[in-house]
């Protein structure tokens, strides 16, 4: 079994994350019930045309039934019930494949016409997504410019990936390896060029090559995030110690409920946080004078990503 | 039906005959005429996007790689030119083929015959219609010659709002094409509740307009959110207004909402017409009642109401939330069901009927294991963890050519056949007809089942190359597209022939009991000489031993 599935089947290609296995009895169930359902069809069709061809001109019909309730009705809700109950199976697997576990290791993506760009926690920046195995990793991922989509056809995951925010897709990966990533949006003449790599490494060997091998000299985010944060003049109206200034106190923010004027609430997460960054005025805190400024325009992408990193270590 | 012979022994003037010269058909207001102009029209346009998906099969029938000598093999086009084959054959084959196909070729020629009119409720409306249809062909055919457009026949933006090229060109054909559609589908649903011969109720009404009514009830109401949507489009960029750019502070996902919310019900646009090609075909050609005619009628009109309601099953992975996937794939799967009832209802039809193997029924067949096929590979794609290892993959393309030309296509073809000789008074070749549908139907199986397969095994769509490992289904789907050519040219030959010397059939060559085949082949000028009362359904067919369908 391993061994098959490590190598993939005639329908699938090898199951390397942690749900492809999930994903692909699904799949299984799905298929033998098509295999049922089109040998019943297709044998009906070819048994009736041999058995009531017509032999001779003036042939007539041996029936002429125009309904039957119980068939119908059996062929009504039979079928209704299967589709349900596949629904159900579906929708809960795909909740697995959608929420990443807390604590989940985060890789930035950045996709732009025509490459992948994985920017670590500690500023390591790779044109090769490296992840330790045994891991939950969260790709947290948006464009540059035009919408791409993230695909591993061997963890069975996918997601667009948009200019101007943030989706997210996360895998557990049991075993080190080496997995294609495709392009899945089209995006112009570089698209079917658009690929890359997810190498699944022993945690070991993980920690070591991203220490050693991945600095390229540039800042980490979150660095550069507390910088900004002094000189795009955010520290005027927001602490990061709780005290209360103009705006609300950046300590802890991330990951709490916040409550808005208007009543509704919302979860503080990277897209929040873009999101009142470059329009403050959609959602304004309850307590606070809708003053904040927005800094579309004047902060590029990776600004607003050091921000937010930044945002995020203020625990 | 009590006229079904009497006609038969003096042939009169036909419609054909009835004016001459080319102006007379140019400027004709007889529906049956301006049918024949929309058949000829779509037969082109279906060979024009035929051509273009031989040429981007071609290209993928070897990967493009670069050889140790550093000399690039494989390709024979470059991408910028592949990307705009496969979006012209998208746009050819969905704008200017299968959305005008059956509604106005065969819906124009059948609707009034078959309710015993004497034409539709608007006639200038009608050609009015077929001119519009004209102009946004031409205007998508001079964005093509000026440089053509690599968007993929949706458009998406930010690509389409920012990329080089007559896109507004193209967006504005589609636009003005939309009123075409939008002008039959008017037409018809008047004419179908106002001009109904005396004793035609609803009850009576064939099936295949129950389809055509649904169809334009989409058609009507779907439509006009495509013009809108292109025009905001065309909008951003001509002026640059910020609507889906988000580098103009607008929402790029937005535009898929919009797009999906005309195109999910146009793939009803696409179906429904072919659907109702079915019970015609599945019940004249089996001489044979319809099976759960109540049930078919409601079902279409069932998928037409729901059908606005699915579109977000185009986008479960584009970052929409999961709850909203969650909505949008039930509400898929409630759709799907008529779709099935329908299946089940025309095997159904089969039992205990006189099946004659002829072309009619041979695509009729086809119809029913191609488009279980199709149907049935959308529950994969309507189930959400499923779907975003499929989505945007091969496997998608196969599935929805199975719908598409596995059914509608199909259906078309099927529709030909059978109403050919009421179009034209005479018949083609049988045996070469048959040859032909066989062909196509394997043709058809070699090209799209591999691409189920290499889709599953992740190969993503509209790409220009591809990793060696898919060489084999690539060489397999190529090779398929020549089958389909093959009956393809075979069908233009006969046809063709038939035209000129096909031997002359009376009214009622298949022994149908619905009033297009009251009237002599081809129909006269004015259809009837008076209104028929209609005393009977278009399916009560006698049965041996005398007695008839209740
Ligand atoms: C019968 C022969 C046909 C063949 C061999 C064929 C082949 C193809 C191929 C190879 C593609 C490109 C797939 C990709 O790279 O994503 C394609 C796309 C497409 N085809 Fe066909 N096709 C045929 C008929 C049709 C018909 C009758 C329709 C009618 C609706 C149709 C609608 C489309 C559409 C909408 C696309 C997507 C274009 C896009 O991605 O923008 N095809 N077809
Ligand atoms: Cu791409
Ligand atoms: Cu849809």
Redesign the pocket.
Known sequence: MASETAQGSFWMPPEASTFAGDVDALFDFIYWLNVFFFVAITGAVVYFAIKYRRKSDDQLATSQVGHNTLIEAAWTFIPLLIVIAIFVWGFRVFLNQSVAPDGAYEVKVTAKAYLWQYTYPNGAVTGELFVPEDTPVKLVMSSEDLLHSFFVPDFRVKSDVVPGRYTTVWFEAPDPGEHVVFCTE?CGAGHSGMMSKVIVLPKDEFQERLEKDFIDGDIPPAEMGAKLYTSAGCSACHSINGTRLVGPSWKGLFGTERKFADGSTAKVDENYLRESILQPMNKVVEGYPPSMPSYQGQLKDVQIDALIAYIKTLK | MATTETLDHAQEVSYLGAKKGIMSWLVTIDHKRIGVMYLASVLAT?TL??IL??L??AE?WAPNITTEAGEAVGALFSADVYNRL??L???V??FL??IPSVPAAFGNFVLPLMIGAKDVAFPRLNLASYYVYVIGTVMALYATIAGGVD????FYTPYSASVSGPVVMMVMAAFVLGFSSIFTGLNFIVTIHKMRAPGMTWQRLPLFLWAIYATSIIQVMATPVLGITLCLLAMERAMGVGIFDPALGGDPVLFQHFFWFYSHPAVYI?ILPGMGIMSELVTVHARKTIFGYRAIALSSIAIAVISFLVWGHHMFVSGQSVYAGMIFSFLTFLVAIPSAIKVLNWVATLYGGSIQLNAPMLWAMSFLILFTIGGLTGIFLGTLATDVHLHDT?F??AH??YV??GG??VAFFGALHHWWPKMFGRMYNEFWANISAVLFFIG?NV??FP?FIMGSQGM?????NYVEEFEVFHKI?TS??WL?GLSFIIMAVYLIQSLRKGEKVSANPWGARSLEWATQSPPIEHNFHEIPTVTEGPYDFPKAGGKKAH
């Open positions: 089209y | 279906f996007g035929g998906a031989l981007v099969r993928l496969f979006t054959h998208g746009l084959m969905v083929f299968i968007t993929g026949w949706t696409m091969y998608v393309v929805f050519h598409m030309v509608t296509v058809f090209t799209f691409q993503p769509r509209r790409y220009y789907s398929g597209t389909i």
